[in-house]
Each structure stands twice: as C-alpha cells, then as structure tokens.
C-alpha cells in the first residue's frame, strides 16, 4: 500500500479511520458509501458529537488485529454496514467478521480497552438505493439509544418486519460552496455525453473538484437520463443524488408535463429550459405547478429553442453541444471565451476522429447558441390551466395506479415494503398504462388502398398496430374519424376492418411503412401507412385507440394461423415493451403470444428479452380478454435452459397427476366428462377450446365435491390444457454461456420449444462478440474484426436427428416464421428456432430492418431452413432448404451495416481480407446446406433418431400435457 | 516514324489518349498497366467532398446511435482508433501513382463548399498530381436558382481553386448550358487551363413493378461520341484551353475525330471497362495503322482540322445543317 500511494499519490491502510480520537460511536463500512458518512460525521464533529468511521480498504483478507487497533478504543457502540444480504445466515459478511474480530481480541487479550462495544449490523444501498448522510445520520442516532436494532436496514421503509431505520431526509451536509447541477435529457439527445464532457472541461480548466452521476431508466427506446453534476473548491465526497440543485435543466419540454424536474431546485436556483416556444409566450405553456415552484422558489429561468438550433446547424435531434454551451454561459463557471473554447477543444477531442464535417457542424452549433438564449421574465403570479399529468390514468388498477405508478414517475424508492407483491409476482399488462408518447411522427392509416395484408401489423416491435374485423353495428358508437373498411376476406366481408394506431405507445420506428407493400397509383411515395407528426394526431388518435381495444377479438378457431394476412387478427399478449424503436427481436416474440396465446410459458434468459420482457416499472405481457396471459419468468444465462426444462417436467408432472384425479373421480364427474377430458384431442384451436369447456364443466363439478382429491384436482386441473413451453433467450445465452445446457436439453428428447433471438452480439450490454458473430464484423472484443466464422448452431442441433430445427428471418420471408412456429410447435420432442434479428449494435437505421433481413437471406448469408424429422416418418428429407440461392454477394448485404463498414474504414486491408472470407463461409455454408436438402432420404435411415422412439424412453410422464 | 505524342495542359503525353476517371484507376497495378498499354495520361477518380462529409456524419450517426441511454450499453460499437475519413486515403493514391508511373497524374476533384474546392485542390498539389481536373458534377434541382447564379459560381471556383494551385487546372463541365460555347469561354477567362467535354450524368430509371426510382448506370457508347466533337470542334480556337474529349470514345476512329475536331486529347472509360485496359495499345496500334495509310506525320499535325473554323462548310455545325438533315431524312422516308 505505501509503493501504490508513492506511485499514485494516494494513501490506503488496510483500514482507514475518521472522526473524533474519543469517539463513542462508529461506524463500520466499505465502499463509496463512505462518503456520505464521512460529511455526516465531519457535520456532528461540528455539533459536538463523539462519532467516526471505519473505512474497511482491504476486507480479505480480514487483518482483525489491524482493524482493533485502527479502532478508537473508547468506542462504546458500533454499528457495521453491509451492502449484501445474505437470507438465514446470523449476519452479513462483514458484521460478522467485526463481531468475531472484537470476540478473539477480547479471548486472546489483544485489547487493552475497557469497554465492551456494542455491536449492530445494518443494510444499505441494495438495488442501488440510495444512502444518504440523513441515513448515516439516523444510524448514529439509533447507536445512542440502549437497545438499538440489529440488523437493521436503512433507505427503505420497512413497514413488514419493521426493521428499517426512520431518518430525516431534511437533514444536509451539503457545501454550500459546491454548485449542484441536474439535467434532464432523453437519451437519444446527448445529454449524458455534453455533461461527461462538462465535468472533464471543468476538472481540467478550472481548479474546482468535480463530480458527475448518470441515472437512466430502464427503457432502451426513449429512455430518460438525469445527470447529477457537482463542482466547487473543496473536495467532494458526495455520493448520492443531488437533492438540491442551484442549477437545473429541462432538456425536453414534454418533461414538464409529467415529471417534476423543479422538485429539487433551491430557492433562488437557475432554471434552464429547452422549449420549442419563445420567451414571450413560454410562460403561457407552462402547467400551473410549475410556475408557482418558479415564483415561489424565485428561479431565474433560461429559455432556448434547442432544437430550432440543431436544425438550423445540421445537428438534427442532438441538442448536447447546445445546451451545453447554454448551461457554461449561464452558469458563468467559466468566462465565456474562455468556456466555449474549452467546449471547442472537447468537441475536437470527442469527435475529431469522426471527420472534419462532424467537428465543424458541432462548432457552428456552439457559435450560433448563444444569439438564442433568453431570459424569461417571470411574472408575480401563476395563471395557467394546465396541470401535470398524472403518470398513469386515474382509472388503472389500484396496484398500478399505487405501486407502479410512483415507480414511472421517479418516485419507487419512497414506496414501503408493503406495497411489493408478498412472492415477487409482479401483475401482467401494465405496460399499457405506462403512456410514454415518444414517437414525434407515429404512422396513419390510409384505409382507401390498404390491402389489409397485416405485414405492418406482423413486424411492429411494439404491438401499437393491431388489426381487427367486427360487427358494423358497433360503429355507432364509434368517436369521430375512427377508420374502418370492407375486410379482404371473403368469410368476413358483411363484417368491417380497422388497423389502428395507438399513438401513445408507438416509438415512431417506421419498420411499418418500410415493409408497406402498397403505394398509390398517383403518388408513389404515399403509403398505405405513413409517417406523421404525433401531437396533432394524439388526441383523437388516442381515442381511436381506446374505442378499437374495446372492440371484441375474432375467434381464434375462425382463423387461419398459417396465414400472415390472418395471424394479423390473432390478439397479441406481449406490447409496449421498453425495446429499442425497431427492434428485431420482440416481433419473434409477439408472435409467439398471438400464436400460442394464453399457453404460453416462457423461461427467458438473461438479455435484451428479459430486460423488456420484465422488468420494473411496467411488464409488457398481458393477458386475453378473458383474464389468462403467457406465465413468463426469467433466468440466468447459463442455466436458462434447464429452467425451461423444469417448467415443462412440471407441467408434465401436474397433467399427469390432475389425469389420475379425473380418472379417480370419474364417477363423481361423469364418466363422460372424465373420458372427454382424458381422451382430449388438442392439436387445433377447436380441440384447445372444446377441452377449456371441459374444464370449466369440471371445475364447477369440482367446486361441489368436498375430498382432498377434489381440492388437489382443482389446484392442478389447469395442466389438462396443453402448454407450450418456449426457452427464449439471445444468442450470448443460446451460442456462448447457455450452450452447454441448451445441448443438454435438445439432447433429452423433452418437448421443449426453444427460440433463439439472433443478433450476432451480446445485445444488452453494448455489442460485445459472441459465438454468433459472423466474420468480419467488428464488435468489443473483436474490434478489428472477428476473424472466426458464426458457429451453426442449427447444424449442431440437427447432428441429433431428433431435433426439429429452422433458421428463419421475418425480413426474408414472414410467412416461412409463421409457419416453422406452428411446426415447432407442434413436433412432439425439442424444437429449436433460430431467428435472425437485426439489432441497434448492427449499426444503421433500424427502419431498415427488414430490408436488411430480405438482403441477409438474398446474399445467401442467412438461408431459410427446416429440419423437420417427422417428414423422415414420411419418407422425405427431413432437411428443407427455403430459401433460393444466392443472389447479391454478402458485401452487398454486409456493407449497409456500420459492425463491417467501419473495418474498412479502419483498416482497409484487414477488412477486404475478412470479407473474402466471409464470402468463402457463405459460399460453402451454402454448398452444405444445399446438398444437404438435395440427399435422399435413403441417407438417412427412417429410424436413426427416431423422435417417437426417443420419446418413449426419455418422457415417463403420461401424455396429458403433451401435444397430439 | 508516326509522332503520336501530344500535350494536354502543357504536359508531354506520349500518346492522345487519357484514361479518365473510373473505379479501374483506384488501382496502382491498373494505372501502371495504363502506362504500359501506351495511355499517355491517367486521371484518378474524383474525390468527392460532399461524400466525406457524408461519411463523416455516418461514422457519427453510427457511433451515437443508441449511446449514453441505457446504464449496461453506453454504445453499441468500439470506437476504433481512426477511421480514415478526410483525404487521406485520396492523397496516397496520388502520392503512390505518382512514384510509380511516368506518365501525368491528374487529379479529380468535385466540392461542395466554397473553400472545399480550393482546400482539396492544394492538398492534391501537394501530393504530387501533375494537375487538376474540376468535375463539376451538380444537378442544380430547384428551379429557384439562375443560370447566370450557376455559371458565375462555377467560374468563381475556378478562379479561387487557380489562386491556390500553381500546377494546371481543367475543367470537366456538362453540356447542360444554354450557352455551352459562353460557358467555354467564361471558364477560359476564369484561368481554366483545359476543359474536358462533356461529363456524363446518371440518370435515374423509374421500376414501374416497384413504383421506385433505380440508379442506372450505363456504359457510355459511340454514339455519344457526336455530341463532343460538335462543341470541341464549335470551341477550337475561341479558347486558349487545351480541350478533351470525354465520352464515347471507344475506337482509333473516335480518337481521329476527337483530335481533328480540335481536342489534344480523347479520354477512354467505358472502352477500358468493357476490353480491358489492353485496349489502349490496340487502339492505339490502329491509330498508327490509319496515319501510315494516311500519311499523317503526327497528330498534332491533324488537331482542329475539321474544327468550325477549318471546314469548308462551317454553317455544317449550324441550323442549316439540322434542317437539311431533317428535310433529307423526310425525303427518304417518302421515297
């Protein structure tokens, strides 16, 4: 430690004390959360209080004779900080080993101290709550008391087992001296990167200390940041949110109508608006609650039209530099030269290396700022009639209106412990209460020359374009300007159909009008779905929308699921995820709930998928009209698999005892009812629905049997329905860290449906290479181009022989997806889908997604396949090539996509090298595959691998829960 | 002995034919093989500043796209250590040819800022191009801007990029002036030291399955070739500016035409694109073949022979001359 601090300049013991020499009461901890009890402990010092803390730098090993002496000996209590809980264990990691440290000392002798501490142990900080020095200080209050709590926690309110600490979150340790800044931005505007560069200009131009701390939601399209920036002359410990600002920003207008970004701001602060709206009329569009915090709290209020700016300067929708160069001008951190040269310097350091246009542009926009910033005279009084929204809709259900709702607004943390659901099941459908409004165009209907093909429908990401064919008498009671048409069926013509928008929901992706077959006949460039601007349209829109979902679905029974134009009217369960605007994956997955429905359990890796799939605030699969949804749970990368395997044993294992009650009590029940159930025929939609009759004439026959078996029946009897289980995951799961397992369970012959939602990188966590990755393409840990081929995860599975297998890409052919769903499905035995899906990490506009896919299977990079074995049985090849051969080279393909382009950009030989060898991979992948689907049967003999057989002696449950 | 050599912007050429820009003279190994099949002068591909710039922009809109959103993926590709956008890669080219072959390097320019001409004009100067051909490719599309606005500007550069340069400047311009022959001399009068005839533009094909407009891009023809002489022959001796032909010319013959309408060179691209870079050497053998039989010492000795000024007929290249054509062409379909 004494050679890093001479190398460094930086001073470590194993452990660190601070506070009074004759403290009475500490606190044991590790971690940056030290800071916020070292400004506690310096404030009480002031007041005269006897505290300090222990700052653990090395916890393994655990040096005990250095941390009793680094120990002030006239310590009476202490309480001990872990930031882990460690569920049936006597206490947490560290607690424990200061309890067992002061124990031996005590049994050896090694203390010369008098007094026997009292020992405590707390948590803090789990799921990153917040820890604060009004924290620090409620636990040095309760250190004083005679008997304080053990294993306490401190940040929630515990109001279940009541073991959180109460504090006073208006107790500061602020300096005053230090300048507090918040700004909210979206992330797509760049205000994350203008406030890292900030702080750098400021560290490295000023001699103040500076800090900066990013919050960003869960959300990957729209998704809002907040960037807590502190600088000031004295070093700053300060790690935790900045709850009182001198300075704050609003980056977007829309904010102000949902969150309250002035919340934080000081009396007196300065207030920094972007607004599309002059200083003259600003005021006027302000909500109500906002102008009075602005008289109340006596903002000085900034307005610009940054958006106006980055137009007039080429800089599109990035609005960083701009508002950057407002925020150094006001805040005055810097004389304005010598800020915008500073603010010039970190452009040219930022983007230099992206060209000479990226610079210039960036420095016109800094050079043209200024001229725009205005202040805004604040009147005496607030007159608007505008109020803040609330965050979700008065009329949603109690849970999402209570719990989620404060959750979408930035406010979870103040919710108790007893407002979590008691097992940590969250409720299904709440997505749709969540009304982001991120779209600044959403697509319109033109109903006149639609052909009502459901391409649009197939490919949204986000569910928010549905179609639906009904009665025309419901019409009467349709608002104004809601749409509809003659349906394009001929069993649905005395009907009427609607593709409706839900304009709220959308994020503006145009994936929709990309793949519009249809243009009219006097404007080619007129869809039958375009692009327009969302506010206008968002109210009527909106009600349109409400009236639509109210509209009764089409029985699943009258349509036809192999159909593209037919699974448009399938109802969808899985909407309005946080998914990046275009994604490639969530149409696999939306799919997958309109086809299979309320049947549906998924086990979902860790990823993108269980990230949108999942998470807080809102879930985007919901549930049918009547009340049934997927069951969907997430787990880890490397087990993901054998997860779903378990669900499907325990399926299994329900069907077959739920059979042996049926047959039981089939003299109860009626032995036709019992046979009915028994024999059910469920490969078809009609089959499914005659056995959910069955079952609702079993539970009501149930509910008047009172016998244990009765009561274990109607438990269970759910499971007499057939399930599809799906294990769903990307390919870092499917191709690298869940590999092994997932061979384990193709391997087992179990009926288990997997997808694989290809996107060639580890999607979630920023493009990292995977086994997937196609050669050539540049990804982090591959940056000068993977130099190996994609593994074929679809030849490894079909080596079996007992696996069904596909490679599918929705942009290369929608109506091959819908149809290897259907056969996945319903092949008896592992089922294994492999579905290209183009991502942001691919680098080019996501509106082009499909487009690429089409190119992809065109270039003969990602040919559409099938393996089905059961066409073995019928004495075919069980190897179907779909696709045709290739017919654009893969540079063709691969060169619309930055992960290729910026290799030959970097290094133009190494890319024209990897390139060939690209192009040698397809050439031969093709060669193989076509081969492959051109060998007779007679290669592959009939009963090698057989399914059936494999079934036989690997599946002991009894069939109730299987397929055919 | 034939003396087939020539000069063009007051550069010795071994021979009159120049091969003009095309994606073959990206290549070191193609310009040498140039040399070598007897072209007595290579033009490189332009550079074209408005698609650095759009590179630029991509490379930016790549990198940003999704970044600083999401805590676990603050961006979604590795920023690599460069990216090679700007001239670079241009001026190596430049640099390289230069080393490599003896024959004048001309540089192809076409900017879209008004400094940009003049910027990358002296950045290839400084490479080591033996001059500078000014591609002035632009489709002026709104009908808001004048033609006198166009020409003035067009001049303008001309002017500026010549302050900057001190090595030989052409000008390769398209025949869409109401006043070609004005245009002409403007451009000889703004320091214009060639001026290549005429570009050719691509123009977009309608897919009436797809209702989309499809880039096409065909090959020039000889057929094209009439055009060029008609204004090479209309200008010689109106301009101090060494002309060119480009576009059309495929054969000895079109070489022929091209230097007796008065050009000091014929440009070849699609001929190269559809023989081979060989063909120079047998066109060239056919050019020698033709003055032996001819009796022509050299071609300078032909150049601007059947320029307006020198026929015998110079209302030929005038409206006389198209209503004669259209009143025969009428007499023999009525025959």
Redesign the interface.
Known sequence: MDRFAARTGRHYRLFDYVGAPDAERVIVMMGSGAGAVEETVEQLLQQGEKVGLLKVRLFRPFAAEAFISALPKTVQSLAVLDRTKEPGSLGEPLYLDVVTALSEARTAGSTDSQIVPRVIGGRYGLASKEFTPAMARAIFDELKGSKPKNHFTVGIHDDVTHTSLDYDPKFSTEDPGTVRALFYGLGSDGTVGANKNSIKIIGKNTDNYAQGYFVYDSKKAGSVTVSHLRFGPRPIRSSYLITRASFVACHQFQFLERMDVLDCAEPGATFLLNAPIGADEVWGHLPQSVQEVIIQKKLKFYLIDGYKVARETGMGNRINTIMQTCFFAISGVLPREQAIEAIKGAIRETYGKRGEAVVSKNFVAVDHTLSHLQQVTVPAAANSRLRVLPPVPERAPAFVRDVIGPMISGRGDDLPVSAMPVDGTFPTGTAMWEKRNIAQQIPVWDEQICIQCGKCVLVCPHAVIRAKVYDALLLGNAPEGFKSEKPRWREFESLRYTLQVSPEDCTGCELCVEVCPVKSKSEAKHKAINMQPQAPLRERESANWDFFTHLPETGRNQLSHSQVKDVQLLEPLFEFSGACAGCGETPYIKLLTQLFGDRLMIANATGCSSIYGGNLPTTPYTLNSLGRGPAWSNSLFEDNAEFGLGMRLAVDQQAAYARELVARLAAQLGDSLASGLLNAEQSSEAGIEAQRERLAELKKKIATLDSPEARDLLAIADALVRKSVWLVGGDGWAYDIGAGGLDHVLGSGMNVNVLVLDTEVYSNTGGQMSKATPRGAVAKFATGGKHAGKKDLAMEAISYGSVYVARVAMGGSDTHTVKTFLEAEAYNGPSLIIAYSHCIAHGYDMSQGMAQQKAAVLSGYWPLMRYDPELRAAGKNPFQLDSRAPSIPFKQYAYQEARYTMLARSNPEAARELLHLAQEDVDRQWRVYSSRAGTTEAAESPDSGSPTAALVTLQPVAAGGEKK | MIDITTTYLGLPMKSPIVASASPLCESLENIRHMEDAGAGGVVLPSLFEEQ?????????S?????????????????????????AD?YLELIRKARERVSIPVIASLNGVSPGGWARYAGMMEQAGADAIELNIYAIITDPNIESADVERNYCDLVRQVKANVSIPVAVKLSHFFTAVGNMGKQLDAAGANGLVLFNRFYQPDFDIES??IVPSLTLSRPQELLLRLHWVAILYGWVKADLAVTGGVHSAEDVLKSVMAGAHVAMMTSALLQHGIDHVASVLAHLVRWMEKHEYESINQMRGSMSQRSVEDPAAFERGNYMRVLSSYTLQKTR
């Open positions: 650095l710039d759009l590179e630029s922009q991509a490379v930016d790549d990198l940003s796209r999704g970044s600083e959103s999401f805590a676990e993926s603050l961006d979604y590709l590795p920023d690599l250590h460069t990216y090679n956008l700007g890669g209702l989309e």
